[in-house]
C-alpha cells in the first residue's frame, strides 16, 4: 500500500460518503482540513485514545492541517454515548483541570512543534459566544424523531430513565465545531457517528460544503468490551513502563492483531503473517510481547520498552523478584498486632479488606516469598521485607524507628 491507501484502510472503520471520494481528493494533492475532539471529562487518555491519535499522525505526516480540538464546553456536558444514565454536568474549572496535562500526553503521539504541527483549539471559543437566538436557530437544523432514534436514548425510555435536554442538545453543539472551524473531515471512534454526521449535516445546510467522517474503530475484545479501562484499572499514555508493558500483557489474545494494525507502526504485511501463524496454532504469547514492546517504545523509548519487557520475563515468566522495588514506609498502626489483611488494605495493596481477604484466598499474596493462606495471620515484618501482591505488584517494608 502507498501512504494513501495506508491512510483510508489501516485503522479505518468506513468513510462517508466514500473511501473512493476521499481518495479522488487527496490523489488531486489537495491538502484538507482534519480534526478530532477529546472531551476532557477525566485527566488520563489511554489506549483506546490512541487509535485515533495514530490516525490523525497519519494525517499530518502527509502534510494536512490537524487540529487537537479540546471540548472544554462539551465536556461540561459530557458526551452521553453510550451511557445509560445522565452523567454528572462539570464545572469549566474541573474540564480545565483534567485538560491541563492532555498535550503533554498526546504529544508521546503528536507532533506540536517543527514542521506541520497539530493545533490545538478549545471549542467554547465559539460555544461560548453563541446567543440564545444562536442556539435556537442551530435547533432547528436538528429534529426530535432523529435524536430520539439513538440506541441509547430508547434503552433509557425502555427503562424509564430520565434524558436531560443537555445531553440532547449535545450532538449540535458537537456538530458546531465542524462548522466554527470549518474543516474538511472529521476523525473519531465508530461509537461517535451520530455526532460525527450531525456536524455533517450542519456543514451541508450552514455552508453548503461537504465534509468527510472517518470512523475508527473501537479496541474491543471478543465480547465487544472496549479496551482501555478495565475494571476501572486504565491503561494510560502516561503509564510507568513496567506498569504499561504489564497491563497490555493482560489483554486478550484476540486483540493482538487488532492492536498490532491500529496502535503501532509494524507493516500491514508482517501483521498479516503473524495472524496467520497464530491461526496456525503458533503460541500467541510472542506476538502479545511484540504488541506491548511496540506500544511500550513508542510511548516511552527502545531502551525503557527493553527494560519493561525484561522485568515482566523475570518477574511474571520466571516469577523473580525484581531488581528495582518502592519502598513504603509501615505506619505505627501496622507495627505490631495487625493482620494480613489489615497491613494489605493500610498500604493500599488492596482496595478494602475484603479485596485482601479474597486476595490471599486466592493464593495471590506472598510475604518475603512464602504464600499467605491466612488472612486473619498476624503482620509481623521485618525492615526489608518483600510482599508481593498479584503477579506484577512488590513493594519492601521500612520500619520506623522506635
Not at 440506541?151 to 450532538?171: A, C, G, T, V, W
Not at 450531525?198 to 456543514?203: F, K, N, Q
Amino acid at each position: 500500500m502507498d501512504a494513501i491507501e495506508e491512510l483510508l484502510r489501516r485503522g479505518v472503520d468506513k468513510i462517508y460518503p466514500s473511501k473512493e471520494e476521499l481518495e479522488k481528493t487527496l490523489r488531486s494533492g489537495k491538502k484538507l482540513k482534519i480534526y478530532q475532539g477529546f472531551d476532557p471529562t477525566s485527566t488520563e487518555l489511554h489506549i483506546g485514545h490512541m487509535v485515533g491519535l495514530k490516525k490523525l499522525r497519519q494525517w499530518q505526516d502527509l502534510g494536512h492541517e490537524v487540529i487537537f480540538l479540546i471540548g472544554d464546553f462539551t465536556g461540561m456536558i459530557g458526551d452521553p454515548t453510550g451511557k445509560d444514565k445522565s452523567r454528572i454536568l462539570l464545572t469549566r474549572e474541573q474540564v480545565l483541570e483534567n485538560a491541563k496535562t492532555y498535550q503533554t500526553q498526546t504529544s508521546k503521539i503528536l507532533r506540536f512543534d517543527g514542521n506541520n504541527p497539530i493545533v490545538i483549539k478549545y471549542n467554547s471559543e465559539w460555544l461560548n459566544k453563541l446567543s440564545a437566538a444562536d442556539l435556537l436557530k442551530l435547533t432547528a437544523y436538528l429534529s426530535v424523531q432523529q435524536t430520539i432514534e439513538r440506541d441509547m436514548f430508547q434503552k433509557r425510555l425502555e427503562n424509564e430513565k430520565d434524558i436531560s435536554l443537555s445531553e440532547f442538545l449535545y450532538p449540535l453543539l458537537q456538530g458546531y465545531d465542524s462548522v466554527a472551524m470549518d474543516v474538511d473531515l472529521e476523525i473519531g471512534g465508530s461509537d461517535q457517528l451520530f455526532n460525527m454526521m450531525t456536524g455533517r449535516d450542519l456543514m451541508h445546510k450552514i455552508k453548503n460544503k461537504e465534509k468527510f467522517v472517518m470512523t475508527t474503530p473501537l479496541l474491543t475484545d471478543a465480547s465487544g468490551k472496549k479496551i482501555g479501562k478495565t475494571e476501572g484499572n486504565v491503561i494510560g499514555l502516561t503509564d510507568k513502563p513496567e506498569s504499561l508493558f504489564g497491563k497490555l500483557m493482560t489483554l486478550p489474545d484476540n486483540v493482538i492483531i487488532k492492536g498490532l494494525e491500529y496502535l503501532t507502526d509494524i507493516p500491514m504485511e508482517e501483521i498479516g503473517n503473524i495472524k496467520r501463524a497464530i491461526d496456525n496454532g503458533e503460541n500467541p504469547m510472542t506476538y502479545k510481547k511484540k504488541l506491548a514492546f511496540e506500544i511500550t517504545k513508542e510511548l516511552n523509548s527502545q531502551q525503557e520498552a527493553l527494560k519493561a519487557q525484561e522485568n515482566f520475563e523475570r518477574t511474571v515468566q520466571q516469577k523473580e523478584t525484581p531488581e528495582e522495588i518502592p519502598t513504603i514506609n509501615l505506619p505505627e498502626s501496622l507495627v505490631s498486632g495487625a493482620t494480613i489483611i489489615d497491613a494489605l488494605a493500610g498500604l493500599e495493596l488492596a482496595e478494602s479488606k475484603s479485596d485482601a481477604k479474597r486476595l490471599v484466598e486466592q493464593g495471590g499474596v506472598t510475604i518475603d516469598n512464602k504464600l499467605i493462606d491466612n488472612p486473619q495471620a498476624t503482620f509481623a515484618p521485618e525492615n526489608g521485607t518483600i510482599i508481593k501482591v498479584g503477579k506484577r505488584k512488590f513493594v519492601k517494608v521500612q520500619i520506623p524507628a522506635s
